[in-house]
């Protein structure tokens, strides 16, 4: 009787609705059901460009365990994310908690509501919030209405922060298609730096090599990044000499263990969808050697010593956002070129020596979450 009740009101509310307009634009009102049943989840595709209102109207589910509820887990241009229930929803409408009866689930939720903008054929998907074992046994279903053409008054009012609406709650929950793709993040990264500089004396010349892990801790605004890390050699180094144009020999530094820290920051311009997005990117990256131990004994360090072995990179490369909810996951990779200085001249083991341009790929994986 209730539900009847509500659509016959939806009915005249509707009437006055689609006969007036909103800043010009005229309201399109539907209505969609979601199935307890439905771990598919149920569809709804944009027909225009512009701001849409998903409103509960009416209905409740009944869960296998516990009472009546109307949570609605919502995914916006992608699939459902699942682990037991669907996780990581770009929205959720409806009650948190589970009701008794039927009639408090329906009466506690009718009338929340998000706004969300959308581009013409992006698409939404609504799933109940249950085990996903649970979903065969599920009954009932939850009405939700539709008005295309939201106005902006609408969008003001449900994001109000005037304590004298109605309790937190009860608020509609607010978000936009296009929220996550600014935002701030923060979280850690683990990346691999092979570097290889050249080094050459009055009558002879040699490459060095090391590679070196790290683990950073970042914070991203999504157009910048910056970071701070701490990282290790992950191979001996090593060296290649010459004399002239000829290989004279190749030596591996067993037994060295080299410790470093590194600031970064970098500039990129994501773009694409709102799950995978692409972004080019340039920026600095200093790494600092800080220790050295060689078969477990302090080697003193000079200034020459930090010199050779803690560049300065202009970097150039390449990154993806891929976004599942909050969670935000980033490979990338860089070509570094070294300005420390190029050319320079210097001493090393006492010995006269001007060092070239070192280089470096930088590979890694990035893990955060938005703030």
């Not at 910056?226 to 290790?232: H, L, R, T, V």
Request: glycine share 10%; net charge negative.
């Amino acid at each position: 009787m209730s539900r009847m009740i509500s659509k016959i009101v939806s009915g005249i509310i509707l009437c006055f609705i689609t006969a007036g307009a909103v800043y010009g634009e005229e309201r399109q009102f539907e209505e969609i059901r979601i199935d307890a049943k439905a771990k598919d989840g149920t569809k709804y595709i944009a027909t225009t460009n512009g701001f849409y209102k998903f409103e509960i109207n009416s209905g409740a589910f009944k869960i296998r365990q516990g009472g009546y509820t109307t949570k609605i887990m919502i995914y916006t241009n992608r699939n459902i994310l699942w682990s037991d229930v669907p996780v990581l929803p770009d929205f959720q409408v409806g009650n948190k908690k589970a009701d008794s009866s039927f009639d408090k689930a329906e009466s506690r939720s009718a009338g929340k509501s998000i706004i969300v903008k959308l581009e013409k054929d992006d698409y939404v998907i609504f799933v109940p919030f249950s085990n996903i074992d649970d979903f065969e046994h599920g009954k009932g279903s939850v009405y939700i209405d539709v008005m295309e053409g939201a106005s902006f008054d609408e969008v003001n009012e449900l994001t109000s922060l005037d304590t004298g609406q109605a309790p937190e709650e009860n608020k509609a929950e607010i978000k936009y298609k296009n929220d996550k793709k600014n935002f701030v993040a923060i979280g850690t990264d683990v990346r691999i730096i092979p570097y290889s500089d050249n080094v050459s004396g009055p009558s002879w010349n040699a490459t060095f090599n090391e590679e070196t892990g790290f683990a950073s801790v970042f914070f991203d605004f999504t157009y910048v990044n910056i970071s701070a890390g701490y990282g290790i050699n992950t191979s001996q180094p090593s060296a290649s000499f010459g004399a002239g144009d000829y290989s004279t020999g190749y030596m591996s530094f067993s037994g060295i263990s080299d410790t470093f820290v590194d600031f970064s920051a970098y500039l990129k311009y994501p773009f694409g969808s709102s799950v995978v997005r692409f972004w080019p990117a340039v920026g600095f990256e200093k790494v600092l050697l800080i220790n050295e131990t060689e078969n477990g004994i302090q080697v003193p360090l000079d200034k020459d010593d930090i010199d050779v072995f803690s560049p300065f990179f202009l970097k150039i490369g390449a990154g993806l956002n891929i976004n599942a909810g909050d969670l935000l996951i980033m490979p990338f990779i860089f070509y570094c070129i070294d300005l420390t200085p190029v050319p320079s001249s210097g001493s090393l083991e006492g010995l006269p020596v001007t060092m070239g341009s070192g280089v470096a790929l930088i590979t890694g994986i990035s893990f955060g979450f938005k703030l």
